[in-house]
């Protein structure tokens, strides 16, 4: 499985970047999608997860109500739309694939996810 993620930029605080995250290989459909973000001397935290059908998310504490997941089967695609950016949320942020079954509970930990992508790094000035 590859992914490629883009939508990347600077932004100044209270704006927005909508990331997209493409993949190749495997089936789409079985997969949980992941974002993950690494700020520069920090440990990579957890921003989002949708199930295979889009049907559920999950989100870090600090993005909710900010940020939203989903995804397009048809276009092997996952979104990630950020609203309200803030310095705080300058990162790198990467997609990652987490094969799994119809009723598996979703994932905010990275080591369930075997399949990552480069990352996009996204830059909020204040």
């Known amino acids: 499985v590859q992914l490629q993620a883009s939508g990347g930029g600077l932004v100044q605080a209270g704006g927005s970047l909508s990331l997209s995250c493409a993949t190749s290989?495997?089936?789409?459909?079985?997969?949980?999608m992941g974002w993950f973000r690494q700020a520069p001397g920090k440990e990579r935290e957890f921003v989002a997860v949708i199930s295979r059908s889009g049907n559920s998310a999950e989100y870090a504490d600090s993005v909710k109500g900010r940020f939203s997941i989903s995804r397009d089967n048809n276009k092997r695609t996952v979104y990630l739309q950020m609203n309200g950016l803030n310095p705080e949320d300058t990162a790198v942020y990467s997609c990652a694939v987490r094969s799994t079954i119809l009723t598996a509970p979703l994932s905010i930990w990275s080591n369930d996810y075997p399949y990552w992508g480069q990352g996009t790094q996204v830059t909020v000035s204040s």
């Open positions: 290989g495997g089936t789409f459909s079985r997969f949980a």
